[in-house]
């Protein structure tokens, strides 16, 4: 399953439990929404942006995005921590890319990611910014 699905998989359910008052948002909870969608904006811009970029500043945005998660998973709890892990999980492919060539010897298991790899984590980023933003707004 791509990155792109999972991530919507994981705005329809988060919002599908605050439609059902499952996820009660404390406003903590959605002040973290709004800081951790700020700080994704931040890093990963508009398509037109970020395909104009080389491939080792777009890997460079889409590991700060990793980053910028992480630091937001850190600081909660719950359902909040289950969705912001979910989406760290989702793009956890970018982990393994590289963007340079290996001139000799191993590459720790990485691998050299397509240009639409890259478009995918991207969209899927613009996603999880989306998503994030409904979470803020509830």
Known sequence: MDMRRIVAMLAE????QM????????????????ETEAGLRKVVGPSDVQEALPQIDR??????TLAVLAISLA????RMAW???????????????????AESGGTFGTVLASPE??????EAVRLLQDGLERIAAQ
């Open 59 to 64: 890997l460079e945005h889409l590991r700060e």
């Open 83 to 101: 969705f912001l892990s979910g989406a760290l999980n989702a793009l956890e492919p970018v982990l393994r890319w590289r963007a340079m060539t």
């Open 117 to 122: 790899e890259y478009t995918e984590a991207e």
């Open 75 to 78: 600081r909660t709890h719950g």
């Open 19 to 34: 439609r059902d008052q499952v996820w009660e948002l404390a406003p903590g909870d959605r002040a973290l929404a709004h």
């Open 13 to 16: 359910e988060a919002e599908q």
